[in-house]
């Protein structure tokens, strides 16, 4: 058997095209341009290819985009102050600091400086403890682990009951995810470099999410058969045939895996279209809570 | 085999005089003498009695108390008031109100008007948003999730690598419990009501804690044989041969799971004594934290 191949751009290419139509028709009805406005501190190479991917996702759908750059060396009062700024400003309806930030700045504080109503990553400590508790709603979820979400529920749409299982348990991915997955009703193991027999607790998921960095690491045994697997991983090796001398792989084991599960996001492709997709999607819904 | 019955009352009595020894050495040394202020809003007989024994027990240990109490109908304003009263009061190192509210209270939003250096509870969605996060931490942990950890740890003082299950995801023990298993690096798996064959899922717990209150649940063939079993759960059921017409128990059923779990809480003497004991470890951190 072969897997079902989980097309993440073209679902994200959906969401895109309906937050666009969204955008189209609170302007014409005479309601607020959704902006985004987008703080990179230091000169992380990554860092800016991202913060521009997302800025041009922005002209894309007709949102507006402020971009600030604040040098590497930025004090703490500097981007808090900056913040601050954009929390005020009515034309800025989601704050994205990309992170990492520089490690002489305390990360927690400069989220907890965002206003919960702009922020459109959904890692103000605030909106994390939301999500963790039944009854409190976040008013937005971090982007990564909604479409990740998004993509398993495109084959299995009601998540109720199904084993899940969560490898890795990073703030930005693993765990956030793991508690939308209690959300969705279903059961949530979540694993990580500590887990005993891991093979073994992965081959319980109806759904796995990848999502510890590690090339190619789940395997085909690892695998119920028929499974949902979700590949967050974007890690580069070195592949002496590829042109470029390297090329981008998953967690997941792609080759062997898609003998055994049911539906699986190959990588590029998979995931990580879906990030910025949802980025849209929660600036869109930071306009519209500005409505209120 | 008979499982260790982990003695709750005990390992309590012990956490209780050491916060008693260390209020009497700090009010020694000239610092502040701890202070909890309790909040109760309307008249739940169950509440009244919580309260009591809290202020009961900060008597016995040197911690002073203050007792507010408003009536059932009391608005949203005035509850978050007396908060910030509370929150500016030097004498008031910790500000416990006792939940349930009333329901025309916003629960979250009371909880979010406690200064965060005197959330005792660990309620404020800031610090369940700490607790959910790697490298962010929380300036106190929910009472009875830390209270059941440490009878576990009397059992099994590692908790790396083991399996974890928890049975509930109620706020105020299933999923803070779980966030502090993660932790403490155990795979953790949180099953719930509508999770699909859990007899076999709670039997690869080497840590089990039942925190769903339905009474006996838990039956003797779910358990792995040799596990650590910690009961959250206070039931009161029928039992005609008592006295009182009824007793308690929890959501395991005792008398089978002690002969397969390696050791377990009883109900009662087990959790319960606990959650007083660390409210009054957590007051005491509080007072500390006012030191700085």
Chains 1, 2 share one sequence.
Not at 171 to 192: D, E, F, K, Q, S
Request: proline share 7%.
């Amino acid at each position: 058997m072969t897997a079902q191949i989980i097309d993440g751009k073209a679902v994200a290419a959906n969401v895109r095209a309906e937050v666009g139509k969204a955008v189209a028709e609170r302007v014409a009805a005479g309601k607020s341009r959704p902006g985004l406005a987008t703080v990179l501190v230091g000169d992380d190479p990554a860092s800016h290819v991202y913060v521009s991917s997302k800025r041009k996702a922005c002209a894309e759908l007709g949102i507006e985009s402020f971009g600030f750059e604040l040098p590497a060396d930025a004090t703490q009062d500097k981007v808090e102050g900056l913040v601050s700024e954009l929390n005020a400003d009515p034309r800025v309806h989601g704050i994205l600091v990309q992170l990492p930030l520089p490690s002489h700045l305390d990360e927690e504080k400069v989220l907890r400086a965002i206003s919960i109503e702009k922020d459109v990553d959904g890692f103000h400590p605030i909106n994390i403890g939301r999500l963790a508790q039944k009854g409190r709603d976040p008013l937005f979820v971090p982007c990564t682990p909604a479409g990740s979400l998004v993509l398993a529920q495109t084959v299995i749409p009601k998540l109720e009951g199904c084993n899940a299982v969560v490898l890795g348990r990073s703030n930005i991915v693993g765990m956030p995810v793991a508690l939308l997955l209690v959300r969705a009703n279903a059961t949530v193991t979540i694993c990580h470099s500590r887990t005993k027999d891991l093979p073994s607790v992965v081959r319980q998921a109806d759904v796995l999410i990848a999502a510890v960095g590690r090339p190619n690491m789940v395997k085909g045994s690892w695998v119920k058969p028929g499974a949902v697997v979700i590949d967050v991983g974007i890690n580069r090796i070195e592949d002496p045939t590829h042109p470029k001398g390297s090329r981008l792989v998953g967690d997941v084991d792609f080759e062997e895996v898609k003998e055994v599960a049911g539906a699986i996001t190959p990588v590029p492709g998979g995931v990580g279209p879906m990030t910025i997709a949802m980025l849209m999607q929660n600036t869109l819904r930071g306009a519209e809570l500005s409505d209120k």
